[in-house]
Antibody
């Protein structure tokens, strides 16, 4: 069974930094591109970033480009999102997600709150 | 970027009735379209992938149709547990993965 478990969310002040992590199991992590998707309170789903299986290709939404960095450690079956220069509008649940032809697998999400 | 547009934003339906949700893509996504259900405080749940294939464990009352730019999710007879927000998502041309804005199915 595919499992994606996020951690590292919390309360951070505007301008601060936070790193969220995702531990993957139940599939060959190193064979899949991975994604971060977020959902602000009461809002819809927004794709944030993607990383290819070998980290060769990395993409970001314009809203986070230059502030967020996605990375992965295939030896540890882990995905990361380093978030710098955080803004109030970055407040959201951040989901780790695996996209495949049979749809997306989601973690349970981790809440990041940016507030003074 | 492919823009996904869902309609209506809110659908009021009585239990036992049929619900029809629409999703339109700004350009063809072939059949690379998924539908998700989300209840308050929960993670999105995959219902349909490939535009019309039910995911494992999804009841037969959920069906998906369409290809190209026009898609439909039909819930044949609404049960109490089906009242939720539904999102469509294209994965034909990504990144970015793009989602519709959602349709809230509420009790009439």
């Amino acid at each position: 069974e595919v499992q994606l478990v996020e951690s590292g969310g919390g309360l951070v002040k505007p301008g601060g930094s936070l790193r969220v992590s995702c531990a993957a199991s139940g599939f060959t992590f190193s064979s899949y591109s991975m994604n971060w998707v977020r959902q602000a309170p009461g809002k819809g789903l927004e794709w944030v970033s993607s990383i290819s299986s070998s980290s060769s290709y990395i993409y970001y939404a314009d809203s986070v480009k230059g502030r967020f960095t996605i990375s992965r450690d295939n030896a540890k079956n882990s995905l990361y999102l380093q978030m710098n220069s955080l803004r109030a509008e970055d407040t959201a649940v951040y989901y780790c997600a695996r996209m495949q032809v049979r749809g997306m697998n989601w973690g349970q999400g981790t809440l990041v709150t940016v507030s003074s | 970027e492919i823009v996904m547009t869902q309609s209506p934003a809110t659908l009021s339906v009585s239990p036992g009735e049929r619900a029809t949700l629409s999703c339109r893509a700004s350009q063809s996504v072939s059949s690379n379209l998924a539908w998700y259900q989300q209840k308050p405080g929960q993670t999105p749940r995959l219902l349909i992938y490939g535009a019309s294939t039910r995911a494992t464990g999804i009841p037969a009352r959920f069906s998906g149709s369409g290809s190209g730019t026009e898609f439909t999710l039909t819930i044949s007879s609404l049960q109490s547990e089906d009242f939720a927000v539904y999102y469509c998502q294209q994965y034909n041309n990504w990144p970015p993965l793009t989602f519709g804005g959602g349709t809230k199915v509420e009790i009439k």
